[in-house]
């Protein structure tokens, strides 16, 4: 069943019952200069919650979207980080104090591994926000990204109530900088290697590319300013923002295109082209704004949805291109676009750009084009058959593409929640966010297994798993090289011949160990190891739910100076579906509005449900027109609900995307 969207608004002050914000309790606090905090210490401020886990792309999206409501509202506002983990390795304590460096987070983080804090605000889904007021109420509840317009207004009317009151201070908040690191690298993504035979990573951390001799040894040269950016220039001028994948361009291609490489800059949401040459860079495509899925506004100069784009490349918008990639067959270049779970490919030589193969929703199903669903894919390379193999991250599976007509399979992993570190039968074999492949000499794949910090290899003649290397900090990109440097297969862009397995292990890998800021050399063994320290899954408290006929429902009110975007129809939509998928009757499937009725199989005791609700508002008043060039926003939220069927449970699901 669909219905019209499911909307409130703000309760008055005199129906309001107040709530009082559970406290805040987790292992420990991080930039605090050691001090252990307390709501009763966040007394007169503004406090907003940020519940996320540091593998989720939407909560480093949200992370983008605080920075400018900390630097507008510094005396009046805290921001608390309360890191929720998702896998395993983000339970670590070394791996939380990474991330909280990587990312340069300037507010309060609560480590919570535990999820007790997750609990107690009732949190089901990455991101969640939560507002309270400098009294100590909870009185703001806001799931998925895009509410920085939406939490500007709320922060604002929070501070006029609160000094009209005397109930807010004013001042410096308890955040304490922590030093950073002084090394040469900071937590680098990617690395290829130039036609001239030198090497060029993607420093991330410190927004800029670096240029090492053959060796990876000396820095020949830095390509950007260091410091966060978008300014197109020269190579001393130009600013990035945490740059990824790096292509290498063909002369030809190159020669017409103007530029060899081709950059995904992935903060910025462009890509970006560099002429070695006359030491350039300039945004190709993108237009630096990015990309929501289902909202207005997607392409410049037009008031329509995006849908399947195909056209000129710095019309559209982007979302956090994590790799790119040449590949000959067709002469464009493939982009993992972690931002929205898709693969687009762009044309030098035209300057267009299309969506290769996704839906857009968040998930692993192979099939074709348009069928086929991604999860922050974030790796990828030429398989020997000249097909594009990607490294997954959010299913901790490796897939393949053909980049002809889109079709995409499965070689390794089980689904968005399905982890671990086992080798084996590629179906029972399990890898836990990895961010890089690379086909090996013998023509078996290599994969950077990055959260279970190895270098594993599936052989695709045995169709089995096995491990490498262990003992690596963050693996996120691998280089085959030898012993005069690295192989001609990143300068062509060209696949492999196979050859023996005496050929693969006389070859060594360079290794992106992004976690120690460095490149490190991997000798391939002559017998790899089979590990098997267990499948995981992810654990959440479960919600207990009634088998037979759920309603499930998605509450969202618009914010304040908005109004739906009902031009093009109904503006809110809602996907469901399941794992395993037989957990659902019917109802399952994607179509307009906030309700859906569905049926539960009562011989399906457990699952998790997947709810993907859109909802898109425009600066207007309700009621009214929606001006012709009024800013619009899109709210969404994607969320992943272990489920327990009892039979005395509530037969009705309710989720807020907004609340307040």
């Known amino acids: 069943m669909t219905s019209s969207p499911q909307t409130s608004t703000a309760p008055t002050d005199s129906k309001h019952v107040k709530v009082r914000a559970p406290e805040l309790v987790g292992r420990r606090w991080m930039n605090s200069g050691g001090k252990d905090l307390s709501l009763a210490d966040l007394r007169g401020k503004v406090v907003l919650l940020d519940f996320w886990t540091f593998c989720c ?60 804090t997750w609990q107690a605000y009732t949190a089901r889904a990455w991101p969640t926000l939560a507002v309270i007021d400098p009294e100590g109420y909870l009185v703001a509840t806001l799931s998925g990204e895009g509410h920085g317009a939406g939490l500007g207004e709320i922060i604002e009317g929070l501070i006029a109530e609160h000094s009209a009151k005397g109930t807010l201070h004013s001042g410096d908040g308890p955040y304490v900088p922590p030093p950073a690191p002084e090394t040469d ?47 197109d220039g020269d190579f001393a001028s130009a600013s990035f923002s945490e740059p990824g994948g790096i292509a290498v361009l063909p002369d030809d291609i190159a020669a017409t295109a103007g530029y060899r490489l081709v950059v995904a800059d992935t903060v910025n949401h462009v890509l970006r082209g560099i002429d070695l040459d006359s030491e350039t860079v300039t945004t190709i495509a993108g237009t630096g704004d990015q990309h929501m899925v289902g909202a207005v506004d997607n392409v410049r100069g037009t ?20 790799d790119v990639l040449f590949v000959p067959d067709t002469a464009e270049v493939v982009v993992a676009m972690a931002g929205n779970h898709t693969i687009w490919s762009f044309d030098p030589v035209t300057g267009s750009i299309r969506l290769l193969a996704g839906t857009m929703n968040e998930g692993l199903l192979d099939g074709d084009a348009e069928t086929a669903w991604f999860a922050q894919s974030s790796g990828l390379d030429l398989g020997p058959e000249g097909d594009v193999l990607i490294a997954d991250s959010e ?34 074999a399990r890898l836990q966010h990895p961010l890089g492949v690379r086909t090996l000499p013998d023509g078996s794949i290599a994969i950077a297994d990055t959260y279970n910090g190895a270098i594993r290899r599936y052989d695709p003649t045995t169709d089995e798993v096995t491990t490498l290397a262990r003992g690596l900090r963050e693996p996120s990109d691998i280089l085959v090289v030898d012993a005069a440097g690295p192989s001609d297969q990143e300068e062509t862009g ?140 899109l709210y969404q939220q994607d969320w992943g609900i272990p489920v327990d069927l009892v039979d005395t449970a509530p037969n009705e699901l309710t989720l807020d995307l907004r609340g307040a």
């Open 494 to 633: 060209a696949g492999v011949d196979p050859g023996s397995s005496a050929e693969a292990a006389e070859a060594e890998l360079l290794v992106v160990e992004s976690a120690s800021h460095a490149l490190t050399r991997v000798k391939l063994p002559k017998d790899a190891q089979r590990v098997d320290e267990g499948a995981l899954s992810t654990r959440r408290p479960p919600t207990e739910i009634a088998p037979g006929p759920v309603a499930i429902s998605v509450s969202f009110s618009v914010p304040a100076g908005q109004k739906l975007d009902d031009r093009w129809g109904d503006p809110t939509f809602l996907q469901v579906s399941a794992t395993p998928p037989g957990l659902i009757v019917s109802g399952e499937g994607g179509a307009e509005g906030l309700e859906r009725d569905i049926v539960l199989n009562p011989d399906c005791p457990s699952g998790v449900l997947h709810v993907t609700a859109r909802a898109a508002a425009c600066d207007g008043e309700p009621g009214g027109e929606i001006p012709l060039h009024a800013a619009c926003h």
């Open 395 to 428: 299913t901790s599976a490796v897939r393949r593409l053909d980049p002809a007509t889109g079709a995409v399979s499965t070689l390794v992993g089980a689904g968005l929640f399905d982890f671990g570190f086992r080798d084996g039968p590629a179906g029972d």
């Open 57 to 116: 792309i939407n909560c480093l999206h949200v992370l983008d979207e605080l920075r400018p409501l900390e630097e507008k509202y510094s005396k009046e506002l805290v921001i608390i980080g309360v890191h929720s983990p998702k896998f395993e390795f983000e339970r670590t304590v070394e791996a939380v104090d990474q991330a909280v460096e990587r990312y340069q987070v300037e507010h309060l983080v609560l480590d919570d591994p535990d999820l007790v």
């Open 185 to 231: 690298l900071f937590y680098p993504g990617k690395v290829t290697r130039l036609p001239s035979g030198n090497l060029l990573v993607a420093d991330s951390g410190h927004h800029s590319l670096v240029e090492y001799d053959p060796t990876g040894v000396t820095i020949l040269r830095r390509i950007g300013t260091g410091e966060r950016g978008a300014a």
């Open 303 to 322: 008031h329509g949805p995006l849908g399947r784009y195909d056209g000129p490349a710095l019309d559209v918008k982007l979302s956090s291109p994590w």
